[in-house]
């Protein structure tokens, strides 16, 4: 079987977060894998079904397009991947891109999303299922 890539897109009502001061309840999470088993498509709780091999693309969107939101950090378990920020060729736009080295069953990780012009940054956690 071939390597699959598997963009994760994190929907992030701005407005809302920042009059809430938390994303829950404000953000939504997609992934284009869900033909191959991923669950719980546009809600908070995603989880996206990987093997090794896949890589991971991960973005963010602002339901309102005038308001900035980016991703400042993915963490996991080194041992499964290794999240790094890229930049889209000519641009100062951040992505994030790693590799599932080995089969995982249940990984929690966690994510921070800068959000408008808050200093602090948003903490959320997303899922990553095995085959």
Known sequence: M???TITIISVI???SALAE???DKNIYLLDNNKAHG???EGTS????KVRPGD???WTVSPIEPEVYVGITEITMDKEFC???KQYYEGTDVAYWVGQVKKEVDNLQYHAKYKVGTRKDE???HLTLIGS
Do not use: C, I, Q
């Open 2 to 4: 071939a390597n699959r």
């Open 13 to 15: 009502d701005v407005v």
């Open 21 to 23: 001061g938390t994303l």
């Open 38 to 40: 991923s669950t719980d």
């Open 45 to 48: 709780e995603l989880k996206t």
């Open 55 to 57: 890589v991971l693309v």
């Open 82 to 84: 290794e999240p790094e």
């Open 122 to 124: 948003f903490p959320w």
